[in-house]
């Protein structure tokens, strides 16, 4: 699994590049703050993967909340990537990439009738599967399907009351969990299949979490699923076609050993694979995220100033917690560096923003050299992955600007907003 700056190294001169362009030279022209992503940083996991699941009939379904830009989903899209979504808007996006129908699932616990009206005549043909989270939705889909003259094709979401090992707000395969649907319920509803003519159950989908540095949550719940999959295929008229492994494996921020891609393909291999032993053979479909663009991005931001203190200092940034969210929300570790390397002594250091809130923290107690200082630059690293897409206007701040390294080039892929976004649709 890639490290913070396997894809942001610095050179000889010690300055900090992506793909050999100097992170300074992007910020004299665009500005700060602003995401810098690397193309050859997104493509590589994705290569990675694909090579793991070769033996296997597959389909890597990107989870388009991780980065939703446009051209990050083309860039996938182009490389064969399918597209995991957990809303309209994300389908919408999804479309204008060009995201072909049949590589698309739709995700998330409360999908409205409308939202399932358009995957359903997405392209006319309509998406590859809806992972359903409750008996409700699959009722109000059934309904929604019978109306357009369809048949929705449906994989129920297992929850297999797993413990992932990770942070509480990025669980999602406990009993206590808002998602899937318990053993028991799941059976039933196959069992009664045929009081749903508008669906096709095609296959089960779990997620268990995010972020997860063991495989053996992962191996619990193919195990669960494995045996759940077999007693649903003597209940239906036809086997399931399909097991969508959801995604979550983790990446290093600090010093975390996540699993390996390598590794995390081999386990699917040897679960569902032709050696696995399961009667009927069943395309994987899964749905990585942050494995594929954590540390394929940074926050390219400018010390405002340095505040000094006897027993530590504070730097203020110009981004902030509605440019990146995670340390606020999460309590999340991001590296931060200079953009030019510096020697010298090091200091105790809160890194902050200007937004009007004590929780504005990037990083505390950090040892950070006693040479930054106002007007330099420094990255926040490992902000590929719900960075921008969980970006917010607070304190009436323009969000920043995206901005692709590719093949050498860089451009932005978003503008940075102006004051006239931020009241844009409102009125006096």
């Known amino acids: 699994m890639s490290k913070p700056l396997d894809y942001f190294p610095y050179n000889k001169n010690g300055q900090l590049t992506a793909e050999g362009i100097p992170l300074e030279k992007i910020a004299d022209i665009v500005g700060t703050p602003a995401y810098v992503y690397s193309s050859d940083a997104f493509l590589s996991s994705l290569k ?44 919408y996006r999804a479309g204008y990439a060009g995201v072909p129908a049949n590589r698309i699932v739709f995700s998330g616990v409360g999908k409205t009738p409308a939202e399932m009206r358009i995957a359903l005549e997405f392209e006319n043909e309509g998406i590859r599967s809806f992972n359903v989270e409750s008996v409700a939705e699959l009722e109000v889909l059934n309904a929604v399907a019978l109306e357009a003259g369809r048949r929705a094709p449906v994989a129920l979401r297992f929850n297999p009351d797993v413990d992932a090992k990770t942070h509480p707000y990025i669980s999602t395969g406990l009993k206590k969990n808002k998602f899937g649907i318990q053993r028991k319920e799941v059976v039933e509803i196959i069992r009664n299949h045929k009081k749903y003519p508008g669906i096709a159950f095609r296959g089960i989908s779990i997620h268990i979490g995010s972020q997860l540095l063991s495989l053996a949550p992962m191996k619990d719940a193919f195990t669960r699923l494995r045996s759940l999959v077999a007693e649903l295929d003597t209940l239906l008229d036809e086997p ?94 991001h590296e931060i560096v200079a953009t030019t390397k510096k020697s010298g002594a090091k200091k105790k250091t809160d890194v902050v923003g200007p937004v009007c809130e004590t929780g504005d923290c990037f990083a505390h107690d950090r040892a950070l050299p006693v040479g930054l200082k106002q007007g330099d630059l420094v990255a926040i690293l490992s902000a590929g992955a719900y960075g921008f897409t969980m970006s917010s206007n607070y304190n009436s701040r323009p969000r920043p600007p995206e901005v692709l390294v590719q093949g050498g080039k860089f451009r932005v892929i978003r503008e940075r907003e102006t004051y006239d976004n931020l009241i844009q649709g409102e009125s006096l």
């Open 48 to 91: 990675s993967l694909q090579k793991g699941l070769a033996p296997l009939d597959h389909l890597i379904c990107f989870a388009v909340k991780s980065n939703s830009n446009i051209a990050v989903l083309d860039l996938f899209a182009k490389a064969g990537a399918g597209m995991d979504l957990v809303s309209g808007g994300e389908l």
């Open 240 to 333: 399931l076609q399909w097991v969508d492994l959801g995604g979550g494996v983790g990446i290093t921020y600090k010093n975390e050993k996540a699993p390996s891609i390598a590794q995390y393909c081999a386990l699917i291999v040897k679960m569902f694979g032709p050696k696995s032993g399961l009667q009927n053979p069943l395309q994987i479909i899964i749905e990585p995220g942050r494995s594929l663009t954590g540390n394929a991005g940074v926050l390219l931001t400018e010390v405002l100033y340095r505040k000094p203190r006897k027993d530590k200092d504070f730097l203020v940034l110009d981004a902030a917690m509605n440019d990146l969210a995670r340390p606020s929300l999460y309590g999340s570790y």
